[in-house]
């Protein structure tokens, strides 16, 4: 198995600035596009046919990549994108975070389209990723932006996009930064609490879809040295893996057992990251 991320630029964290390729054993095997489109690169997906990576570009594009690297597909510059997480939801479209449009927006998979808006500009405060539910519920959790404004909360929508409920989660202790919706049909998300903070404590929380209860936390715990979580990612292995600043951990999400640090590489900065085969 190979593991993909994508590192934030120098002027969000002295980051990379590019996707990176790991190997089977978390060695480094270096850039996986050396294409200058991709700039300061976000949320990653493998799309339906498994054939393409779509990456969010933080030039306000969106780019496509064969397997090897090379790009094939260009939506070209949409000015306010601002895209943050991307997924491809069940009709087989991709559908990204808008952070200055506080929104989520939809882009059909040949990336030959305008966006649509998902839901209504300003819907939550600072998008920061969202999933799609068995019964076709859309969850998306809302957190602090750069400001400092914003909430720590999820909020649940129909799959027409009309709010269900605008806080699904009480978390005194919830800071997201990621969210997925897990193999069990559980909510779970990235968490950095109070986020920002020299001595924030990252967790991964998993919460019941339909109450909000917080069922369980995962951590590495302190001596892992595990910081900034940002992207979460489910493997085929039965593992589920977290990206952040200079790591990406994985644990055996049947037991919450943590399994250890999967890759490792200074200045990983890291945004999201995909598994390929």
Not at 11 to 27: D, K, R
Not at 72 to 85: I, K, N, W
Not at 134 to 139: E, L, N, T
Request: charged share 20%.
């Amino acid at each position: 198995m190979r593991i993909l991320v994508s590192s934030a630029g120098e002027a969000n964290g002295n980051g990379h600035g590019a996707i990176l390729g790991f190997g089977p054993e978390g060695e480094f095997t270096g850039p996986f596009c050396s294409d200058p489109r991709v700039a300061d690169p976000r949320g990653l997906s493998v799309g339906p046919s498994s054939a393409l990576i779509y990456v969010n570009s933080g030039d306000d594009r969106v780019l496509a990549l064969d397997l090897q690297g090379n790009v094939v597909r260009d939506s070209g510059p949409m000015p306010g994108l601002d895209p943050g997480g991307a997924e491809f939801g069940p009709d087989g479209r991709y559908y990204l975070t808008m952070r200055r449009q506080r929104t989520i927006g939809i882009l059909p998979a040949g990336l030959d389209r305008d966006v649509e808006f998902l839901l209504p500009e300003g819907i939550v405060a600072f998008p920061r990723g969202f999933g799609f539910g068995r019964d076709g519920r859309i969850y998306l959790s809302s957190g602090v932006a750069p400001s400092g404004q914003g909430d720590n909360t999820i909020a649940v929508f129909d799959r027409r996009g009309t709010l269900l409920t605008p806080r699904l989660v009480t978390d005194p202790e919830l800071s997201p930064l990621d969210l997925k919706l897990a193999p069990n049909g559980n909510v779970v998300v990235a968490s950095e609490w109070p986020f920002g903070a020299p001595d924030a404590v990252p967790s991964l929380r998993e919460y019941d879809p339909l109450t909000g209860r917080l069922i369980r936390v995962m951590a590495p715990g302190r001596s892992v040295g595990f910081r900034r979580p940002r992207g979460l990612r489910f493997g085929p292995d039965g593992r589920l893996y977290c990206v952040g600043e200079n790591d990406v951990v994985a644990f055996d999400f049947r037991t919450g057992r943590f399994e250890g640090t999967a890759v490792h590489l200074e200045r990983l900065n890291g945004q999201a990251l995909v598994l390929l085969p």
